[in-house]
């Protein structure tokens, strides 16, 4: 008997350092870590001989320069340099996630790097190095459980984000579907929209025509897994309302933006709530910045 739910979920989550490397590789089986081991380590260099990168995008390095010119000889657009434009300091930092460190670490001065091998925060690392908070870009990374259709719709904003998602052509776990509490109508004046809800009746007609649908391809879906077909083919049984996971990183202008796009009224309600859910978590954290980035 297939599942359903409507509730997605958002989860704030730790990526960093080689542990972020690993769950965010294994996200792909939907298994997750609390301590590296030696498989780790082994899964880890597999990662990197065979140009898996995704997972090294993760986790985020910290380098401190000593002044000005080294940053901008090494920053790597634009865009960059104009975070950075007009700050006469000494004391800079600057994120990299590790696998640009790597592409970029023989080209930076020896005093530029700052080991972290106990993942010690942002807040940690300025205490101890009393660096200057004045280019602080705080990354979040988040866990996110949603149908297909709404991971779809999140995923027109990958750029700037790093992003691994479990994949069913490794796991064949039991689906579960969305399903909504109401079905709402088709909005006459906007093809992309809806515009209220269905009467009862004919919502409990939908739900069951739905529910009838999705539990055949329920078990069409375990016959084949049973039958021995290759789970790579299996899924494409699977319907847009699966529920999928996938964890996200980037800095918090990135969520800002995700979040001033997605809030509108225009913005399909399904992706309206996982955008609140970032905002929340990226308000408690960083409430002074978060306003100024929403214009709250």
Known sequence: MSMFTNKSTVERINLDGKLGVVNSARISFNNWKNDLDDKDLKLIKYLKDHNHKSPFFHPQIICLFADKEDVNEL????????LFAGIE????????SMYSYEQLKDKLPNHAFIPNPDNRTVNELIAEYGLKKATTIPYLSFRISCPIFVRNQL????????FNEVSRRYV???P???KPEKWRKQSKNNKQASDGYIDDTLNAKCSKLYEFACNQIFDDYQALIEGGIAKELARAELPLSTFTSFVWTGSLEDYARIYNERVSPLAQIET???ALDIGKICEEEYPHAWKQLTNQ
Do not use: M, P
């Open 75 to 82: 920053l790597l657009n634009e865009y960059d340099k104009d």
């Open 89 to 96: 300091i000494c004391d800079v930092y600057v994120r990299f």
């Open 155 to 162: 995923d027109r904003h990958r750029i700037g984000l790093a």
């Open 172 to 174: 064949d776990t039991e």
């Open 176 to 178: 579960t579907f969305w």
């Open 272 to 274: 309206k709530e996982i």
